[in-house]
């Protein structure tokens, strides 16, 4: 019940520290310094770093789910046993 809800909330938070810490979850500046010989400019201006998930950084954004769920679990355990424990 409730401490399974709390340590799975506990657990995403700790997975979702990843998006913080790990640059490889943001889509990467895929011009590596490469330019046009006539103008100078990069080869890829496209769009990278945030707010744009790479595929790993899409799998663990899963995990804002799996908080809520955790916390939706405790929060109902715990509501349960307060009614009990009341009556």
Not at 28 to 37: C, F, Q, V
Not at 51 to 80: C, F, N, Q, T, W
């Amino acid at each position: 019940g409730m401490l399974g809800g709390l340590l799975t909330f506990g657990m995403s938070i700790v997975t979702l520290s990843f998006l913080i810490t790990t640059p490889e979850c943001w889509v990467p500046n895929l011009a590596d310094g490469a330019t046009y010989p006539h103008d100078g400019l990069p080869y890829f201006t496209g769009a990278h770093g945030f707010p744009l998930l790479s595929g790993a950084g899409r799998l663990v954004i899963k995990d804002v789910i799996m908080s809520a769920g955790g916390l939706l679990v405790a929060a109902e355990a715990a509501r349960r046993f307060l009614a009990r424990r009341a009556a």
